[in-house]
T-cell receptor, first 113, second 115 residues
């Protein structure tokens, strides 16, 4: 079983919809959680960064962490065609580059007009 | 500012040939990471360097893979001999650990096809 599980999709939604992307994990040592966005033929770019449980909001994006359930989510409000990309969750046990990042396999999102 | 620069963007070669992938990290970043991405396994860390020194190479799949970082502005990932199962997108990323929780900045990858 993988340490981080993520539904590969594709997830197709109409423009303006609320999108929910999720990851589950098995390692209870994970404390830092990230969401990366990857456009086709590009490298991943950091979208959101959260520490421990709770919510963090940035514009149309909200990251949510539930450590008791080992479950993290990314919500996108008022989705736009430009949000069409693959979204990867990533997590690590502690801060700093000495701590290895473990990625999910990514969920492909398509926002249609 | 220039981001992480990888070359070549695409590489197609025959099985058994030596492949060298190159990476120039962001200036001032002291950590460098090599990842491999496939549909089945997602993004996997192969090796990472801190201050030009290899710290963790436990993700390097076999002895056929080797990586070097001769200076702060250049790194190579070499596969010799290459095999069809090495076909993937290889990413280089860099970051700085001078501040906590700094993100990794990725290059646009090298798409490698071994025939």
């Amino acid at each position: 079983q993988k340490e981080v599980e993520q539904d590969p999709g594709p997830l197709s939604v109409p423009e303006g919809a609320i999108v929910s992307l999720n990851c589950t994990y098995s390692n209870s040592a994970f404390q830092y959680f990230m969401w990366y966005r990857q456009y086709s033929r590009k490298g991943p770019e950091l979208l959101m960064y959260t520490y421990s449980s709770g919510n963090k909001e940035d514009g149309r994006f909200t990251a949510q962490v539930d450590k008791s359930s080992k479950y993290i989510s990314l919500f996108i409000r008022d989705s736009q065609p430009s949000d069409s990309a693959t979204y990867l969750c990533a997590m690590r046990p502690f801060a700093g580059t000495a701590s290895k990042l473990t990625f999910g396999t990514g969920t492909r999102l398509q926002v249609t007009l | 500012d220039a981001g992480v620069i990888q070359s070549p963007r695409h590489e197609v070669t025959e099985m058994g040939q030596e492949v060298t992938l190159r990476c120039k990290p962001i200036s001032g970043h002291n950590s460098l990471f090599w990842y491999r991405q496939t549909m089945m396994r997602g993004l996997e860390l192969l090796i990472y360097f801190n201050n030009n020194v290899p710290i963790d190479d436990s993700g390097m799949p076999e002895d056929r893979f080797s990586a070097k970082m001769p200076n702060a502005s250049f790194s190579t990932l070499k596969i010799q001999p290459s095999e069809p199962r090495d076909s993937a997108v290889y990413f280089c990323a860099s970051s700085t650990d001078r501040l906590s929780n700094q993100p990794q900045h990725f290059g646009d990858g090298t798409r490698l096809s071994i025939l």
